[in-house]
C-alpha cells in the first residue's frame, strides 16, 4: 500500500512539473523578441537585417525578412552587389548605400516627403565598367556638383560642373 501511495505522489509530482515547465516556456516564448535576423530576405537578399521591437504593436512577431519590417540591413544583392539600408520609425528608407554592378559606390539620403541628397556614381543610359561620372545632388534640384569622365585617344579627362537654381523651388511634402 505505501509502495502505491509513492507511485501515486511520483506520477502527481511529474504531471504538475511537467505543466509548470509547460507554460513557463511558454510564457518565456512570448515575451521573446527577435530583432536580429540572418539569412536570405523574400526578394532574394541575403542579409544581416535588425527590428526595433521584434513585435508589431499588439500582433504577432514581426517577420524579419520582410524588407518592409527592416530597421537596418547589411547584405548582398540577389546579383552580388553589397548593400546597406536604414529605415525610419515610419518604415520608409533613409539612408542606401550600395555599390553598382561594377564596383562604383552610391550613398543616398531620405527624408520623409523623398529623397534629398544623392552622393557617388552616376551610369550612363548603357551602364558599363568605363562609366566614371560622380556627382552631388541636392533633390528637388537645387544644386549639383559632379564631374564627367572621358577617355579620348587613350588618355582620360574629366570635366567638372556646378549648377545652383536660382528661383525657388517648392519643397515635395
Same mark, same amino acid.
Given at each position: ?58 500582433? $504577432? ?5 520582410? $524588407? ?46 523623398? $529623397? ?23 533633390? $528637388? ?33
Amino acid at each position: 500500500m505505501k509502495q502505491t501511495g509513492v507511485i501515486a505522489a511520483a506520477l502527481a509530482a511529474g504531471f504538475v512539473g511537467g505543466a509548470l515547465g509547460t507554460l513557463v516556456t511558454r510564457a518565456s516564448e512570448q515575451s521573446r523578441h527577435e530583432i536580429s535576423y540572418w539569412g536570405v530576405d523574400k526578394v532574394q537578399n541575403v542579409v544581416l537585417a535588425f527590428g526595433t521591437h521584434g513585435l508589431a504593436e499588439g500582433g $504577432p512577431p514581426i517577420d524579419l525578412k520582410d $524588407p518592409a519590417n527592416e530597421t537596418d540591413a547589411i547584405g548582398v544583392f540577389h546579383d552580388e552587389t553589397p548593400f546597406l539600408r536604414m529605415r525610419g520609425a515610419d518604415g520608409r528608407t533613409r539612408v542606401d548605400m550600395f555599390l553598382s554592378l561594377y564596383g562604383k559606390p552610391f550613398l543616398s539620403m531620405d527624408d520623409e516627403t523623398g $529623397p534629398r541628397v544623392r552622393l557617388g556614381f552616376e551610369g550612363s543610359d548603357t551602364p558599363n565598367p568605363d562609366d566614371s561620372d560622380y556627382s552631388l545632388v541636392f533633390t $528637388p534640384e537645387v544644386a549639383r556638383i559632379g564631374f564627367h569622365a572621358e577617355k579620348v585617344g587613350g588618355q582620360t579627362y574629366v570635366q567638372g560642373g556646378v549648377y545652383v537654381r536660382q528661383g525657388k523651388v517648392k519643397y515635395p511634402e
